[in-house]
């Protein structure tokens, strides 16, 4: 590490880097990151299966962010249902095993699934007690492209609905600019109910239709700082934090070019934009020599 | 249940399973011998063995307890090791397969089922870290236990409660800001209740008290001491707590069958309640006030 900068507020994600699970933790701890966000496929491919997974994490002496993703859960019936409550029950043992205490849900984008808010609510409400005995928190992320929750506006209504203690909502910035939502809505939020905060930039202007945010959002997302919305990404981050958000950032960004570069070369770009949020956007103080980390209030 | 009055079974909002209490408490641990003498000093007696596994039942008065000591190969269970653990609680429902439909319709998980030739299917469901719940049915006209164990030749099956002792409660330890997640657990699957702060029931008053939507007994949740180091959270049930009509006369009795109590400055036998030293590593009794 070269000089003491604070960047303990910023995450890396796995699925901005190509190879191992093992080389992986390496680059993002070697960047100076404290913590990381893992993915099912991170865990699910990992030679000598979830356990010894679960041992590289812990040995890496990472802090795990959370852990990524149950898709297109809420809102079906019947043999549907049960088969997803199948999926997010490997979900959370996984989550458990790696010792990440958030499941990032996405919206559903099924068209099997109802429209009714109060039946998404009803199985995320499910979903919560579900995790309560391992000790999971679930956040809730509207995608720009989901059938009935595409903001996090609308994320946020449903997770009013569902009132479990540890079911809270998920911030995408990506999504977010995409469908162009209202930066104001935020105050609607109740910071302790914020469970995640991802961040990503990307390079065009706008992305008005369903096919292009997910072609953009599975291809050409960039470091927070390196596209056109920075202003917007300092703005998001500001917001969240007058509002009173002291949770983490992720970065969520996937790109194509950087899971075909070395790890390092990828890790010091996301170095890079952790020192701009957290020191030119954030001003972030550099804690003092051996400071102890108290228990993190949720 | 086939008596007339049951007929027409209108389901209880209040009590979603028709919850009757605590069937039995069971412990798993590598040396059922040395829990055995501890409940026996505290009055329980051996009644029953199992037919097929290293299991024991001890009773009195109302109150079951098992002694597991059987490995079991699946995930999530408790292992026996040496320090006794309590490994499962089985609640009285009204209908046991209905009270199962019930709680993995609102988030349970199910403890897959190993049963043998002749034996009860009990139907469980993981509870606080590798504990389980037990839902049993038959425990008015019919005793689970006639089924699956045999009596202890010439001892007393049904040995009387030594100074009416009766299950109270329950304390779990819970890991730091995860009050509100088992409060929500135990009400959205069973009907527990919070109840206010200022009630408080012993002598050890931590925490937050959920009652049974039956009114029958008491889960205590103790959160760990704030600004601790964080560490990982270690969630269990702790010690059962048991309800006596006078407590300093039960101290006396249990006293003179070789039970130690804490008498320190911040916990100390009252009228209220008592404290049991420890056992065998971790197995402490609570005696509350309560007259039933």
């Known amino acids: 590490?070269?000089?003491?900068?604070?960047?303990?507020?910023?995450?890396?994600?796995?699925?901005?880097?190509?190879?191992?699970?093992?080389?992986?933790?390496?680059?993002?701890?070697?960047?100076?990151?404290?913590?990381?966000?893992?993915?099912?496929?991170?865990?699910?491919?990992?030679?000598?299966?979830?356990?010894?997974?679960?041992?590289?994490?812990?040995?890496?002496?990472?802090?795990?962010?959370?852990?990524?993703?149950?898709?297109?859960?809420?809102?079906?019936?019947?043999?549907?249902?049960?088969?997803?409550?199948?999926?997010?029950?490997?979900?959370?043992?996984?989550?458990?095993?790696?010792?990440?205490?958030v499941l990032?849900?996405?919206?559903?984008?099924?068209?099997?699934?109802?429209?009714?808010r109060d039946a998404l609510a009803r199985d995320l409400r499910k979903l919560a007690m579900l995790a309560v005995p391992l000790g999971i928190r679930i956040a809730y992320e509207g995608l720009s492209w989901g059938r009935t929750i595409n903001e996090f506006a609308d994320a946020w209504d449903?997770?009013?609905?569902?009132?479990?203690?540890?079911?809270?909502?998920?911030?995408?910035?990506?999504?977010?600019?995409?469908?162009?939502?209202?930066?104001e809505d935020l105050e609607m939020l109740s910071p302790e109910k914020i469970f995640l905060v991802q961040l990503a930039d990307f390079m065009?202007?706008?992305?008005?239709?369903?096919?292009?945010?997910?072609?953009?959002?599975?291809?050409?997302?960039v470091f927070p700082g390196e596209g056109v919305h920075s202003e917007a990404?300092?703005?998001?981050?500001?917001?969240?934090?007058?509002?009173?958000?002291?949770?983490?950032?992720?970065?969520?960004?996937?790109?194509?070019?950087?899971?075909?570069?070395?790890?390092?070369?990828?890790?010091?770009?996301?170095?890079?934009?952790?020192?701009?949020?957290?020191?030119?956007?954030?001003?972030?103080?550099?804690?003092?020599?051996?400071q102890i980390r108290l228990r993190q209030g949720r | 249940m086939n008596e007339s009055s049951d007929r027409e079974l209108i389901a209880d909002a209040a009590n979603p399973l028709g919850l009757d209490g605590i069937e039995f408490i069971e412990y798993a641990t590598s040396k059922p011998q040395a829990l055995g003498q501890v409940l026996e000093m505290m009055g329980f007696r051996p009644v029953a063995r199992h037919r097929s596994r290293e299991v024991l039942l001890y009773r009195q008065g109302e109150m079951n307890v098992i002694v597991n000591a059987h490995v079991a190969k699946l995930p999530r269970t408790v292992q026996p090791v040496e320090r006794p653990v309590i490994a499962a609680v089985a609640l009285r429902v009204r209908d046991a397969a209905a009270a199962y439909r019930h709680v993995?319709?609102?988030?349970?998980?199910?403890?897959?089922?190993?049963?043998?030739?002749?034996?009860?299917?009990?139907?469980?469901?993981?509870?606080?870290?590798?504990?389980?719940?037990?839902?049993?049915?038959?425990?008015?006209e019919f005793s689970i236990y006639d089924v699956d164990f045999t009596l202890i030749p010439t001892v007393d099956p049904k040995p009387p409660a030594l100074c009416d002792l009766h299950w109270f409660g329950i304390v779990q330890y819970i890991g730091a800001d995860r009050m509100e997640d088992w409060t929500e657990f135990y009400s959205e699957l069973f009907g527990f209740k919070?109840?206010?702060?200022?009630?408080?029931?012993?002598?050890?008053?931590?925490?937050?008290?959920?009652?049974?939507?039956?009114?029958?007994?008491?889960?205590?949740?103790?959160?760990?001491?704030?600004?601790?180091l964080e560490v990982e959270p270690d969630e269990s049930l702790q010690r059962v707590g048991l309800g006596t009509s006078d407590v300093l006369a039960t101290v006396a009795a249990l006293r003179a069958r070789g039970v130690g109590f804490v008498e320190s400055e911040g916990v100390h036998s009252d009228p209220?309640?008592?404290?049991?030293?420890?056992?065998?590593?971790?197995?402490?009794?609570?005696?509350?006030?309560?007259q039933r």
């Not at chain 1, 849900?105 to 699934?113: D, G, I, K, L, R």
């Not at chain 1, 997770?159 to 939502?181: M, Y």
């Open chain 1, 233 to 290: 990404l300092a703005e998001l981050v500001m917001r969240l934090d007058e509002l009173g958000y002291r949770g983490d950032y992720s970065f969520e960004v996937f790109n194509d070019d950087y899971s075909q570069m070395p790890l390092s070369t990828v890790a010091e770009r996301a170095r890079r934009c952790a020192i701009w949020l957290g020191e030119d956007v954030l001003r972030r103080s550099v804690p003092l020599p051996n």
């Open chain 1, 158 to 183: 449903v997770v009013c609905r569902a009132d479990a203690p540890n079911l809270g909502i998920g911030i995408d910035s990506f999504h977010a600019f995409a469908t162009k939502s209202s930066l």
């Open chain 2, 194 to 228: 919070a109840l206010p702060d200022e009630q408080r029931y012993g002598i050890l008053p931590k925490g937050r008290i959920l009652k049974s939507p039956d009114g029958s007994f008491f889960l205590q949740l103790i959160e760990p001491k704030p600004g601790i």
């Open chain 1, 104 to 116: 990032l849900v996405c919206s559903s984008t099924s068209s099997h699934a109802s429209t009714d």
């Open chain 2, 104 to 140: 993995i319709a609102a988030g349970a998980w199910v403890v897959p089922a190993q049963v043998e030739v002749m034996e009860l299917n009990i139907p469980a469901i993981h509870g606080v870290g590798s504990s389980r719940i037990y839902f049993v049915d038959r425990y008015r």
């Open chain 1, 204 to 221: 065009w202007q706008e992305v008005r239709t369903v096919e292009e945010r997910i072609t953009t959002a599975r291809h050409f997302r």
């Open chain 1, 1 to 101: 590490m070269t000089a003491h900068v604070n960047i303990d507020d910023f995450g890396m994600d796995t699925i901005s880097l190509a190879g191992s699970l093992p080389a992986k933790l390496a680059a993002v701890r070697d960047a100076g990151f404290s913590q990381i966000m893992l993915s099912a496929r991170d865990v699910a491919g990992h030679e000598g299966g979830v356990e010894a997974a679960a041992r590289a994490v812990h040995d890496s002496g990472l802090r795990v962010t959370g852990f990524q993703v149950l898709r297109d859960f809420e809102g079906l019936s019947g043999h549907l249902h049960d088969y997803k409550v199948d999926i997010a029950k490997s979900m959370l043992e996984m989550c458990h095993a790696v010792g990440a205490s």
């Open chain 2, 272 to 290: 209220r309640g008592a404290l049991t030293q420890s056992y065998l590593g971790g197995v402490m009794f609570e005696l509350v006030h309560d």
